[in-house]
């Protein structure tokens, strides 16, 4: 069981947007600890694809944007390409468990 | 570039011991934290070691406390995860990542491309 939840699955026709969602508690995002969010395409490392809860990275396309609400973050992704297959996990830091927390990922999936 | 890359995987019986190794490059290897995360089988990502430039600093998931240690040689650019005691639910890829940003509220980037360590008799 992850410290952060989110959708195991989400889905989406190319060109739509779909949302991610991250939920923790008031040892981490409520705290309140940054959320960060990871692209891992198959068989590949994760990736940095959003820090301090909205920033991009460089090369990051601005179809990707995070925002964060009290104990909760989302990633919304528009305009998805098939490319976007992949899976999305969110990151933050638990006081309670003085530990850096994933969430347990969301495979997103383009139909 | 900027780039991590493990070493030092394999195949483990129950109670063995591994060392993994990261050789970081494209940057002040020196100036920088460390930390090695894994993924077990179709699992999510799991913390567990972090240790700051200088060594000063180390911190341990509860999972590894007391069996893995992790260290540095900043005259080779390298960080080390030295696994004893190794049981079969610490079968991941393990990666190594560079911390950044202020402490806590770090974030990982780069990561390697991850070295298999498979524990099974």
């Known amino acids: 069981q992850s410290v952060l939840t989110q959708p195991p699955s989400v889905s989406g026709a190319p060109g739509q947007r779909v949302t991610i969602s991250c939920t923790g508690g008031?040892?981490?995002?409520?705290?309140?600890?940054?959320v960060h969010w990871f692209q891992q395409l198959p068989g590949t490392a994760p990736k940095l694809l959003i820090f301090e809860n909205s920033r991009r990275p460089s090369g990051v396309p601005d179809r990707f944007s995070g925002s964060k609400s009290v104990t909760s973050a989302s990633l919304d992704i528009t305009g998805l390409q098939p490319e976007d297959e992949a899976d999305y996990f969110c990151?933050?830091?638990?006081?309670?468990?003085?530990?850096?927390?994933f969430g347990g990922g969301t495979k997103l999936t383009v139909l | 570039q900027v780039q991590l890359v493990e070493s030092g995987g394999g195949l483990v019986k129950p109670g063995g011991s591994l060392r993994l190794s990261c050789v970081g490059s494209?940057?002040?290897?020196?100036?920088?934290?460390m930390t090695w995360i894994r993924q077990a089988p179709g699992k999510g990502l799991e913390w567990i070691a972090f240790?700051?430039?200088?060594?000063?600093?180390?911190y341990y998931a509860d999972s590894v406390k007391g069996r893995f240690t992790v260290s540095r040689d900043n005259a080779k650019n390298s960080v080390y995860l030295e696994m004893n005691n190794l049981r079969v639910d610490d079968t991941a890829m393990y990666y190594c990542?560079?911390?950044?940003?202020?402490?806590?509220?770090?974030?990982?980037?780069?990561w390697g491309p991850g070295t298999q360590v498979t524990v099974s008799s």
């Open positions: 008031n040892s981490n995002i409520g705290a309140p600890y940054d």
């Open positions: 240790i700051s430039s200088s060594t000063r600093t180390i």
């Open positions: 990542a560079r911390p950044q940003g202020p402490q806590p509220n770090n974030w990982f980037d780069p």
């Open positions: 494209g940057f002040t290897f020196s100036d920088y934290y």
């Open positions: 990151q933050s830091y638990d006081s309670s468990l003085s530990a850096w927390v």
